[in-house]
């Protein structure tokens, strides 16, 4: 009984450690892998992020607060940390953006706005 007690505590201590991983605590790098370009009044395209411009990876910072990619650093303005996401805001080449990133699993969701249209990225992350 002892062995299953200490094993099922083993288990939620591996656990919390991972879901600590994307708490806004630890920098991560992340990767882009999907993205969608919008504009008023007509359909959404699927596009790979590279060709709108967005980097394949890039490094989040959170004591510098800066999203590096391989071309530029951006600084994050603003960091709301929540039990279940992190989400962060900041403008950039004429775009304001925000970047929300699940505190469990690290997935990401980001949206890239100017006047004229959107630009929705989705990808992943994992501690550097």
Do not use: H, Y
């Not at 990767?31 to 008023?40: I, N, P």
């Not at 411009?53 to 709301?80: N, W």
């Amino acid at each position: 009984m002892k062995k299953i007690l200490f094993f099922a505590m083993l288990c939620l201590a591996w656990n919390a450690a991972d879901a600590a991983d994307f708490d806004g605590s630890k920098p991560l790098i992340c990767a882009t892998m999907e993205a969608q370009d919008c504009a008023a009044g007509e359909t959404c395209s699927r596009e790979l992020p590279d060709s709108l411009g967005l980097p394949q990876f890039m490094r989040i910072d959170f004591a510098k607060q800066v999203i590096a990619g391989p071309k530029r650093t951006t600084p994050i303005r603003t960091i709301e940390r929540s039990p279940s996401q992190v989400l962060m805001q900041g403008t950039e080449l004429g775009f304001a953006w925000t970047l929300v990133l699940d505190a469990t699993s690290g997935k990401l969701s980001a949206s890239f706005l100017n006047g004229d249209n959107a630009v929705l990225a989705f990808g992943a992350c994992t501690p550097q």
